[in-house]
């Protein structure tokens, strides 16, 4: 896996992506803390996983072409062959299973301290997830069958009882959000739930939740397999979280539940802005050298 990378880039990438203005040097620069570099470092690598149904990299252009100014390598290809060197592997929107054979793949990507980005919005196709479960579970990490809606006028978007303000928790040790991203409301549309669970690996992994709703908001049951889907609601619901495993070289999954915002037709849209905000700070973090 790469992990040198140079805090400046960074801090310029993180300003490119979240609209920040600011010109202003720091007092004392990270990277004069760092040791003298022989070369540069190869620039983050973003895999974009192709098969099960994903978003068509062609509906992304905008969002591809972002990461390619900001200065990433981007390849596209199906998830069994991601390269072991990429900082992130992208899931995005799957509409089938996994296979064993993605599985093996990414828990050999893992291992060495791999990190993936999965967004997973509601999907009403009848798709038992059992084997991308399976990953997830490694992570104590549950995807609820369900499609989220607001009972709060006030917390909708031009009164789409789908399109749904959810309030911004953490951050991570390492994922900077800058203030403009904290100060703007935060909307997602189609979303659905995650969970944390206690599971066979629940005493070497650290997490914590990134985005959740209000307790107005109601998870109705959409797909899935289940017999006796489950509704939830009068609680809040996670639409955004992270789990990292420390015997993993660190590796780690973020999970969110929303993903139309990244594309071409929503790109430009103000209230997609904070929600690619908080993707691009996730890639960036899976490219920064932090000593946990």
Known sequence: MKRLKLASLLTAALCLLCG????????????ETLPPMTEA??????????DHGTTDPGELTQFMGKLADTGYTVESDVLAQLPMNADAVVINSPQEDLTQEDVEALDLYMDQGGHVLLLAPAFEGAV?????GRFLEEYCIVMDDDRIRETDKSRMLGEQEDHILVDQIHAP?????VPETAERPLYQHGARSFRFAVMDNFDNVQQDL???T??????????GTSDDPVTYEGETL?????????????????????ADFLLDENFTREESLSAQD????????AGNPIIF
Do not use: H
């Not at 040790?173 to 959000?177: P, S």
């Not at 908080?278 to 973090?285: D, E, I, N, Q, T």
């Open 238 to 258: 996670t639409t955004m979280l992270y789990s990292r495993d420390e015997t993993r070289q660190n590796s780690f999954v973020v999970c969110v539940g929303a």
């Open 210 to 212: 990134m985005l959740r």
């Open 128 to 132: 038992r997830f059992k084997y991308l």
């Open 173 to 177: 040790t390492g994922m900077t959000i």
């Open 278 to 285: 908080y993707v691009f700070a996730a890639l960036a973090w």
């Open 20 to 31: 920040c203005s600011s010109t202003a040097a720091p007092e004392t620069s990270l990277s």
């Open 214 to 223: 209000a307790a107005s908001a109601v998870g109705e049951p959409c797909g």
């Open 41 to 50: 470092p190869d620039p983050a690598l973003i895999y974009y996983a192709t």
